[in-house]
């Protein structure tokens, strides 16, 4: 009973290609966010949605897309892959309790090499 | 925005020791701070979260403390054990709960 899943867990795909990340989390949690982690291991968000409205959108090119079906659901989608895009994508969740402190809860990521 | 800073080398120490690890910030204190584990090939797991009206907090054999005056917080694990090897990250809480991660330290614990 994974809290957090992400598919793919690796992605090998040429400069130009479109391709999609999916993520689901059975924990309830009413937030969820998109991280990239790169090669010196900075990991940086990239988008947070709240009950499927966007509300933190980083300085990311427009070829990112996020889509939330549901408040469970929130997935990537890369336009025009880029050589820069390969990197680990995390996915994460968080109920923001009273108080507004929050802990997320991350997938196991998901590895995009671009050739 | 915030910036955090985390000993970019590995720490080596012997088993049984304590394992210290800094995070540095630049700009405001955070309301919070938070500190996860981070396997190879995994994603972060929260260890544990620091108010700014704490100074200390304990988990078992981990402590964080937090400074606001120094705009530091420190990590530590007692009596570290080969299965604490692993990266360490130092989160922030930056504007509307968004959290900024330092880089990680990685700890290597040799028996």
């Known amino acids: 009973d994974t809290a957090v899943s992400q598919t793919p867990k690796y992605l090998v795909t040429q400069m130009g290609n479109d391709k999609s990340i999916k993520c689901e989390q059975n924990?309830?949690?009413?937030?969820m966010y998109w991280y990239k982690q790169d090669s010196k291991k900075f990991l940086k968000i990239m988008f947070s949605y709240n009950n499927k409205e966007l509300i933190i959108n980083e300085t990311v090119p427009n070829r990112f897309s996020p889509k939330s079906p549901d408040k469970a659901h929130l997935n990537l989608h890369i336009n025009s892959l880029e050589l820069g895009d390969s990197a680990v994508y995390f996915c994460a969740s968080s109920q923001l309790p009273t108080g507004g402190e929050e802990t997320q809860y991350f997938g196991p990521g998901t590895r995009l090499l671009v050739l | 925005s915030q910036k955090i800073e985390q000993n970019s080398e590995a720490l080596n120490i012997q088993e049984g020791k304590t394992a210290t690890l800094t995070c540095n910030y630049t700009n405001y204190s955070p309301a919070y701070l938070q500190w996860y584990r981070q396997d190879p090939g995994r994603g972060p797991v929260f260890l544990l979260l620091?108010?700014?009206?704490?100074k200390e907090k304990r988990k078992e054999r981990l402590k964080v403390t937090f400074d606001t005056t120094l705009k530091q917080s420190l990590f530590h694990i007692t009596a570290s054990q080969p299965a604490d090897s692993a990266t360490y990250l130092c989160a922030l809480e930056e504007y509307g709960n968004k959290l900024v991660f330092g880089a990680g330290t990685i700890l290597r614990v040799k028996s």
């Open positions: 924990l309830g949690h009413d937030t």
């Open positions: 620091i108010r700014e009206n704490e």
